[in-house]
């Protein structure tokens, strides 16, 4: 697996954390928020945004991925998720998620979380989120 050092880890947490801060949540009162670490040491933030069709919501690791996008940044590292509330265990990416990851993270990279019962760090790889994730074969440039 891409690596990422505890420090480094513990850092995308807190700044995901800060990130939910800004997570628009009126519905569901779970803000979320997501770091992505990019290759050059940049973090690139976001937050869920929700919407009342509930299908228009947006998770907190798409926003990070859609702001670093449109930004011109896409040489990703490792993507932290938190959210304070863990209603059901560990907060982890939901299924669209993974597969934004797997479409613009290495198979390797470090998905970062915690552990719901002790806090400390749970990472785990992009293709441990999603084994068979979807591909597309035809060449997309």
Not at 36 to 65: D, Q, Y
Not at 84 to 92: M, S
Request: glycine content about 6%; proline content about 5%; overall charge negative.
């Amino acid at each position: 697996m891409n690596t990422i050092s505890s420090e480094q880890a513990t850092l995308l947490l807190a700044e995901a954390e800060k990130a939910s801060e800004n997570a628009y949540a009126p519905y569901s009162h779970f803000p979320v928020g997501a770091a992505l670490l990019l290759n050059t040491g940049e973090i690139v933030s976001g937050a869920n945004v929700e919407n009342a069709s509930f299908g228009l919501t947006l998770c907190a690791e798409r926003s990070a991925v859609v702001k670093a996008i449109t930004a011109g940044k896409k040489d990703f590292h490792a993507i932290a998720v938190w959210a304070k509330q863990r209603p059901f265990g560990a907060i982890t990416p939901c299924g669209a998620c993974r597969q934004v990851l797997a479409e613009f993270f290495e198979k390797d990279a470090p998905v970062v979380m915690t552990d719901p019962e002790t806090g400390k760090l749970r990472i785990l790889s992009v293709e441990a989120l999603l084994p068979y994730g979807f591909e597309f074969s035809a060449s997309v440039e």
